[in-house]
Structure formats: structure tokens, C-alpha cells
């Protein structure tokens, strides 16, 4: 079978590019350029990020007044603000700071607009429109759920119960939950306790999902979908051993559920095989395919820290280059039609090359069931319609947040977009690309690149501990 080869992947790139192009509106133009102002200058992301967090802890407005002042004094009004927001603040540093009762409210107000298409408004009917708008559009949602910090077990109690509360709503019909989200007290000692309490809750809330059918366009009924997003590596193991023994029940034979696996991880082809044994044994047995969401890792910053304050090595793989190969290299063992019948796969990017490269294999290898590309929401409007227009099955990986959590919105804010704005990640020279920029060959080049070595891939994981042989060491001492 001929491979899907680099020069094909680039000229498909530069149609896909232009497409996006013809799709963009003018107000999504307008979004584009605020988008390139603040991931493209690091003292507006900054600037951002300060005045949500500080906006958010502050509750008297006229110290947060004194707050914002000094901020906007060090970074200055930055230009992703629109005009008339811009000579707001300039009219509130005139003298608009004098009545703190009156600038606060309306500035918290016009911040939380500026994310608004990033994180969307949990409150009914704003959630309602939304998720409609979307239905129409034939666009799915997967619904990622933010709320308070966890950090004992009466919040991890309440996130519990929040999600098996979204999933009696009739319009959500697909949601992803975290471990640590839903448990508190994980801990390295207590594996096997940890992991049988966790079964029987995410046991639950797949019951909940099976309980509360949704109904789409057609008038069919299906079981909603439950996804395990994957976090720091410590947790790694524990969230495969929960996915795959509670999809062991019997019950749950005929329900279809996803994990996570983090190309960005050189264990991902373990992590791959091991899902993929799993479905192919489930379905010879007359069970359900099961999903795997691939990403490229959404935890690089934590991970570098705890590794470096640790003294372990880091997880990660050390270049983006090598995320992309590892990337390539999963796709290329999975979207083959005798494991796709087994394994849906979620192709999670929105970076042109690798949806080109994606969109090429499933044609190569004829596998169209069970594929989605999936994108985050608001971070690129217009991609979703272009593959739409393309036939393509898309999910928008949508974060929610109702206004009482919102301190937990900018953790979530932050981190996206410290991770789609690095210097060598896509996003950050998406927008306004334009074909045979400087930008443009910098991200043909990284792809080039990354195709190189996808056969070439680290599959061995970095942090390898041997226990028998501290033990020997404690021994001897």
C-alpha cells in the first residue's frame, strides 16, 4: 500500500488553508486579529491573565480599583481590546477609577466577554443557545465541565454529582470527566483502594449516561458518551486500570466510552496497545467498540516543574518535533480498518498538517467509521465549517463554567494558552497564515520534519524506576 507521502500532505494543507480563508466572516476576521494580538505578544497574555485572576479573588472594588490601575499602568492598554473598549479604559484611567462601584462591575463584565467564546457561560439559556447553535450546525460538543478547586472530598463530592446532573440534560450528549476531579485522595500507597472506589463511581456516571439517552436530528436514541481526559502522568496508570475494568463489567458491553491517550508521551504506542487489545477482545466477544481521543499532551508545564522540584526525569518528549513524529506514528497504527472497527478514533488538532495527514490516511486506507476531528472551542470558528464542509465528523472540546467557579476558568484560560501559544505550536502562527509566509514555511519545515522521524519514534517511557533494586540498596544499608 503506498504511504501517504509529505509533498501530498503539503499541497493538501495549502487547499484546507485556503478554504479556511474563503470561510472566515468579518467579525471572525476582527476575532483573528485580537487572537494574534494576544498570543503573539507576551505582555498581553500576561495582562489577560492578571486582570481575570485578580478581578476574580477581589471582591472589594475599591481595592481591586488600586489593582487594576497599577496594571494597566505596567503593561499598558493592549490592542486586542476593541476601540470602544479601549477608550473605556482610558476614560476610566482619566478619572473613572473615582467611582469604583460603577468601573468595577462593568469591567469585570467586559473581561469576561473577552473569553466568552473560549468558556462558555454554564447558566441556562446562554448554555442552551449555545449547545442549539452548535446542534444546528451539526458540530458535536464535547462538554468539559469547570468548576471549584478540589481539594478535599466534600468539592470532589459536589464535581461528582455535577456530572451525573449534566448528563440528565437533554441537550448534552457527550462530557469529559477527570479522576481528580471527582477524588481527592489519590495516592501512590493506596493503589488498589483508590482504583476500586474509582471504579465504582465512574461505574455510576456511565450508568447515568446509559439512563439518559439523547436524541439527535433523526429522531434515535443512543447512550450519551462519558470521555477520561488524561492528566499528570503519576495518574497515568490508574486512569487505563479504571477505563478498562469498569468497561469489563458485563453491564457495560454494549456502551461505548473513550479515554485519552498524550502523544506528547513516548509511553503512547503502550498506551495504544494495550486500548487496542482491549476493544479487539471486547468486540470479539459481542461488545462495543470503545474510543481513544489522541491528543498531543496538555500538561507540559506541571509535569517540567514537578520533575525539576522532584529530581525525576520529565515525561515528556523533548521537542515538538517528536510530538508531532509520535503523533503520526499512532495515527499511522491505528487508522487501519481492521482496528478502526474495534477503536474510534478522536483526531484532536488544529494544526493544518496533521489534519491533512490524518485526512489522507483514513483515505488511503478507506476508514471512515468511527473517525472525528476534534478542535477546542472558540479558539478557531470557522476550521469546524471547513470540515464540515468536507464531510468530516467534528467535535469541539468545549469548556463550561458557571459564574460563581469563574477563578477556575482562568487556571483553565492560562493554561491553554500557555500551551497553543508557544513559539513552536501552530496556533501561534495560524492566525492570519498566509501561504509561502515566513510562518507558513516555518510550520511546512516543522512538519517536514516530524514526518522524518515518525518511524523513528522513542516508544520507551523517560522515568523508569526499579524498586527491587532500592530495596536491595536499603538492605545492604
Not at 479573588?57 to 489593582?67: E, F
Not at 473577552?114 to 447558566?123: A, G, H, R, V, Y
Not at 496538555?298 to 523533548?318: A, D, F, H, T, Y
Request: glycine share 4%.
Amino acid at each position: 500500500m503506498a504511504m501517504v507521502t509529505s509533498s501530498s500532505v503539503v499541497e493538501w494543507a495549502k487547499g484546507f488553508l485556503s478554504k479556511a480563508e474563503s470561510e472566515l466572516t468579518p467579525n471572525e476576521v476582527k476575532e483573528q486579529k485580537k487572537f494574534a494580538s494576544l498570543v503573539q505578544t507576551p505582555e498581553y497574555k500576561t495582562f489577560l491573565t492578571t486582570m481575570l485572576d485578580e478581578s476574580s479573588q477581589i471582591r472589594d472594588n475599591s481595592k481591586l480599583s488600586a489593582r487594576v490601575r497599577e496594571i494597566i499602568k505596567k503593561y499598558g492598554i493592549p490592542d486586542f481590546f476593541s476601540r470602544s473598549d479601549r477608550f473605556l479604559i482610558k476614560l476610566y484611567m482619566a478619572g473613572g477609577y473615582l467611582f469604583p462601584s460603577i468601573a468595577m462591575p462593568i469591567f469585570k463584565y467586559k473581561l469576561r466577554k473577552e473569553t466568552d467564546k473560549i468558556i462558555i457561560s454554564e447558566e441556562r439559556p446562554r448554555l442552551t443557545q449555545h449547545l442549539a447553535g452548535r446542534w444546528q450546525s451539526n458540530i458535536g460538543q464535547n462538554v468539559n465541565l469547570l468548576g471549584e478547586v478540589v481539594l478535599g472530598d466534600g468539592e470532589a463530592r459536589h464535581r461528582y454529582e455535577h456530572y451525573l446532573e449534566a448528563l440528565e440534560m437533554p441537550d448534552i450528549n457527550y462530557i469529559s470527566i477527570k479522576l481528580s476531579g471527582i477524588y481527592a485522595q489519590i495516592k501512590s500507597l493506596a493503589y488498589e483502594q483508590n482504583k476500586r472506589e474509582l471504579i465504582e463511581m465512574v461505574a455510576t456516571i456511565y450508568r447515568k449516561a446509559m439512563q439518559n439517552p439523547y436524541t439527535d436530528k433523526n429522531g434515535k436514541q443512543t447512550c450519551k458518551f462519558v470521555n477520561l481526559d488524561m492528566e499528570e502522568y503519576k495518574d497515568m496508570e490508574l486512569t487505563y486500570d479504571v477505563f478498562i475494568e469498569t468497561l469489563s463489567h458485563p453491564e457495560f458491553k454494549d456502551y461505548t466510552a473513550g479515554i485519552v491517550v498524550q502523544a506528547y508521551l513516548p509511553d503512547a504506542e503502550s498506551n495504544f496497545s494495550r486500548l487496542l487489545e482491549f476493544a479487539k477482545k471486547r468486540v470479539a466477544e459481542g461488545g462495543a467498540p470503545i474510543k481513544m481521543r489522541l491528543v498531543k499532551g496538555c500538561n507540559l508545564q506541571m509535569e517540567s516543574i514537578v520533575s525539576s522540584m522532584k529530581g525525576w526525569e520529565c515525561p515528556v518528549l523533548r521537542s515538538k518535533i517528536e510530538v508531532d513524529a509520535n503523533y503520526m506514528h499512532i495515527l499511522d497504527l491505528a487508522l487501519i480498518p481492521e482496528n478502526t472497527k474495534v477503536l474510534n478514533i478522536g483526531i484532536a488538532s488544529h494544526n493544518f498538517f496533521t489534519i491533512a495527514y490524518a485526512h489522507l490516511l483514513c483515505e488511503q486506507n478507506n476508514v471512515t467509521e468511527g473517525i472525528t476531528f476534534e478542535m477546542l472551542e472558540g479558539m478557531a470558528n470557522h476550521l469546524p465549517r471547513v470540515m464540515r464542509k468536507l464531510e468530516k465528523n467534528i467535535i469541539l472540546y468545549t469548556p463550561v463554567v458557571k459564574a460563581q467557579n469563574f477563578l477556575n476558568a482562568v487556571s483553565y484560560l492560562v493554561r491553554r494558552l500557555d500551551e497553543n501559544t508557544g513559539k513552536e505550536n501552530f496556533l501561534t502562527h495560524s492566525f492570519n497564515l498566509k501561504l509561502d509566509s515566513a510562518e507558513w514555511n516555518f510550520l511546512r519545515k516543522q512538519f517536514e520534519d516530524a514526518y522524518k522521524l515518525k518511524d523513528k519514534t522513542t516508544t520507551e517511557p523517560f522515568r523508569i524506576q526499579d524498586r527491587s533494586v532500592i530495596a536491595q540498596i536499603a538492605d545492604v544499608a
